[in-house]
């Protein structure tokens, strides 16, 4: 295969870590894995390379020089439309509820194995990949409409604002209308790992979903939960 054309279709990386053993070593491993990587060590130049690079995926550190993670997270969120996976060695469920409401897609704890980041950056990337040709791409929910071609969705004829991993949990259970999703499913088809019992990412998403679908969160019609189940779409909300 020509070379131009092999770097053309790989998936571009950027990691933004001032580690730079770990930067390297993550580099290393990705390259060999079929991956373009860009490495920035300084957060205060993280949210220019986010958007003049438009990397496929977005490998971001809490914790840098220059400009934290979360902050260059919530900065180039609405204008970058890939997802975001955060990097941190804090294990605070704040951070990781905060890291969520500032629009990143999933959430890694260090130190993590080469292999459990590389399956779940996969299932990112999985997940940003268009509709297939003959797949069922809109549903119509009353005056909700969901699009997975365009990756969007409107309410009352206006357009939503969703991140990308709200816009996928909620196109999952709307696709899935009618049947219980149990956590285990959702981070499955989502995340690429188990559910460890503990991780409040999906129910953090589930929260901020509601009101922009104008579901009352105190007492929700459209996604309801399913004590010690998981959550359910309701067919004709």
């Keep these: 295969m020509d070379d131009s054309l092999q770097t053309q279709e790989q998936d571009h990386v950027l990691i933004i870590e001032d580690d730079e053993r770990l930067a390297g070593l993550t580099r290393d491993y990705l390259e060999a894995n079929g991956f373009r990587v860009t490495v920035e060590a300084d957060g ?13 995926l977005v490998i971001l550190d809490l914790m840098l020089p220059g400009e934290d993670g979360l902050s260059i997270c919530r900065r180039v969120r609405s204008d970058y439309p890939g997802p975001i996976m955060m990097l941190t060695a804090r294990t605070d469920d704040m951070d990781q509820v905060l890291g969520l409401e500032m629009g ?5 704890p260090k130190p993590v194995q080469p292999r459990v980041l590389l399956a779940r950056m996969r299932a990112l990337l999985r997940r940003a990949e268009p509709a297939e040709v003959g797949e069922e791409t809109r549903l119509t929910f009353a005056d909700l409409v969901i699009d997975n071609a365009t990756r969007e ?4 004829g206006e357009r939503i604002d969703l991140t990308s991993a709200e816009f996928d949990l909620l196109w999952l259970l709307a696709s899935n209308a009618g049947r219980v999703l149990t956590r285990e499913e959702i981070f499955d088809r989502l995340r690429g790992i188990k559910y460890d019992g503990q991780d409040r ?17 105190n007492q929700p019609h459209r996604i309801k939960t399913v004590r010690s189940k998981g959550y359910l779409f309701v067919r004709d909300g």
């Design 44 to 56: 205060g130049r993280g949210v220019e390379r986010i958007l003049s690079l438009q990397p496929d």
């Design 104 to 108: 990143a897609d999933d959430y890694v």
């Design 153 to 156: 969705a409107w309410l009352d």
């Design 201 to 217: 990412s999906i129910d953090v998403r589930v929260s901020r979903i509601r009101p922009k679908i104008g579901d009352d969160p």
